[in-house]
């Protein structure tokens, strides 16, 4: 049975990536707990399929709550994509409708009207992000005058994770990515990083880039929106806990985990092994 006494604010990704939302989530509204969890142990999500990533996040997601989370944010744009909309609809209402579970890709896609000039977005993200289709449904929806142009980049998160993110392979591996985008549309203006490990290739990407195409990371966004959400909704407010705290969970072992981790959260952590 849930606890229905306040509790942290879950923050979910499969890997490492969501680590770059928690981190800008945390600059903004620093008064909040967090209780991050990464299934590294099953990672990368993005190559697996539409039902095994729904049932992975279903887990984390039910695992959260059983940890006395109200609110959980899926920072990771494939379990976004592919489970989001499903969560949301079929299994909070019997699990607990007073519950919320909400993503990164619609408070990404609902600042463009502010950011670009043209209307013509371009998305680097992985496979299963590209394939769900989940940007380009969600800009019809929203921005029915914006184009967008996608492409999967399936050797960015992996240079992220070895720590090649400064290396000539990782300029060599952006630059032609981006190369291969822009040859789709020439015209676009704004670059939606639609993976939470890009940031960390900011360096290549801005140097690969044509001068003028803004780059659109997500954390910033991302916190911003939760912002939002908390001010506009003051019951749920009142439901996440406010010490000030992070923990970190992951399905790998801890002492694999932490150095990365440290990495993408500018500051030594540690953290505790679950099973999901």
Request: glycine letters at 6%; a negative charge.
């Amino acid at each position: 049975m849930l606890t229905t006494s306040p509790g942290p604010i879950g923050i979910f990704d499969s890997g490492f990536g969501g680590l770059t939302i928690l981190r800008d989530i945390r600059r903004q509204l620093p008064q909040y707990d967090y209780l991050f969890l990464g299934d590294n142990a099953r990672a990368p999500y993005g190559t697996r399929s539409f039902d095994v990533v729904y049932r992975f996040t279903l887990q984390a997601v039910n695992y959260l709550f059983e940890q006395g989370c109200h609110l959980v944010i899926l920072a990771c744009n494939t379990a976004s994509a592919k489970a989001l909309r499903t969560i949301q609809q079929c299994d909070l209402p019997s699990i607990d409708p007073s519950r919320r579970v909400l993503g990164v890709i619609r408070p990404t896609v609902e600042i463009l009207s502010e950011r670009t000039r043209n209307g013509h977005i371009g998305l680097v993200a992985t496979p299963g992000t590209v394939a769900s289709k989940s940007y380009d449904m969600e800009i019809a929806k929203m921005h029915p005058d914006m184009s967008i142009a996608s492409l999967a980049c399936p050797m960015w998160v992996p240079l992220v994770e070895n720590q090649e993110s400064a290396s000539p392979g990782a300029l060599y591996f952006v630059e032609r990515d981006l190369r291969r985008l822009m040859e789709r549309d020439p015209d676009i203006d704004t670059l939606i990083l639609g993976c939470t490990h890009y940031p960390l290739l900011i360096g290549p990407i801005r140097t690969a880039l044509p001068e003028g195409v803004q780059v659109l990371a997500q954390g910033k966004i991302v916190a911003d929106s939760l912002a939002d959400y908390l001010q506009r909704h003051s019951d749920m407010a009142a439901r996440c806990t406010t010490g000030g705290t992070v923990r970190y969970l992951t399905t790998e072992d801890p002492e694999r985990f932490a150095p990365l981790a440290s990495m993408f959260m500018d500051t030594p952590i540690s953290a505790s092994h679950i099973d999901l």
